[in-house]
């Protein structure tokens, strides 16, 4: 059975919007990493036990998304930090929210979340889960 997700993929087309959106804004940590004798680095951003890796659209690495293209992505990431918190960082950051705060439904329990996107227009989705 499926236990979790270990990590997932981003095509982009700018390294450092990608990394200002992540890591400045959304406070990730950018590492790179080669696999094995391939002298080739790959960057990725870490954020509790999971990372997003990223593949440059110019560049792009194998095996991958049989359509690899930046802008369709769409994830939701679950925050400690309040929404409305949230909402002033991105109002402060003149990123435009696509909706919310609202309240939708998770996989574990409802949430109350708030929808923006990254450089590639992939949408992201902030939410804090509400205990019932």
């Known amino acids: 059975m499926i236990q979790s997700i270990d990590h997932i993929v981003l095509t982009i087309t700018d390294l450092n919007k990608t990394v200002f959106f992540y890591c400045d804004v959304l406070g990730m940590k950018l590492e790179e990493f080669k696999l094995g004798s391939n002298r080739e680095i790959r960057k990725c951003l870490k954020f509790g036990n999971q ?32 929404i409305l918190e949230w909402e002033k960082i991105f109002i402060r950051n003149n990123i435009k929210i696509e909706q919310g705060p609202i309240k939708q439904i998770g996989a574990s329990s409802d949430l109350y979340s708030i929808y923006i996107r990254d450089p590639d227009e992939n949408l992201i989705e902030i939410s804090n889960r509400i205990n019932i």
């Open 51 to 82: 990372k997003i890796n990223l593949h440059e659209n110019n560049n792009l690495i194998k095996p991958g998304a049989k359509v690899a293209k930046p802008g369709t992505g769409d994830i939701c990431f679950i925050s400690d930090k309040n």
